[in-house]
């Protein structure tokens, strides 16, 4: 299983970055794939959940309304569009799926 995810970076507040995670060594199509973030000195949060097909999706209170999950299996990627970002979406982004994880993609929302 190898998960890479790219998109992070520095941004300010108020402002969008697009999250992507490139999959392979498993049934990318037939996984249910998962974001999950870590602030610093902070525990590994569940961001947001996107099934199979992409129908059915799930986003921690805290991002609802602002982040979007989306994937595209023939390309066997996921993503994460985050918008309206505050300084407390600062953390490491991580996707998981496979019962593999990426190696993060850090996320700083600063003025």
């Known amino acids: 299983v190898q998960l890479v995810e790219s998109g992070g970076g520095l941004v300010q507040p108020g402002g969008s970055l697009t999250l992507a995670c490139v999959a392979s060594?498993?049934?990318?199509?037939?996984?249910?794939m998962s974001w999950y973030r870590q602030a610093p000195g902070k525990g590994r949060e569940l961001v947001a959940v996107i099934n199979t097909f992409g129908h059915s999706t799930y986003y921690a209170d805290s991002v609802k309304g602002r982040f979007t999950i989306s994937r595209d299996n023939a390309k066997n990627t996921m993503y994460l569009q985050m918008n309206s970002l505050k300084s407390e979406d600062t953390a490491v982004y991580y996707c998981s799926g496979g019962n593999g994880w990426g190696q993060g993609t850090q996320v700083t929302v600063s003025s």
């Open positions: 060594g498993f049934a990318f199509s037939s996984s249910g």
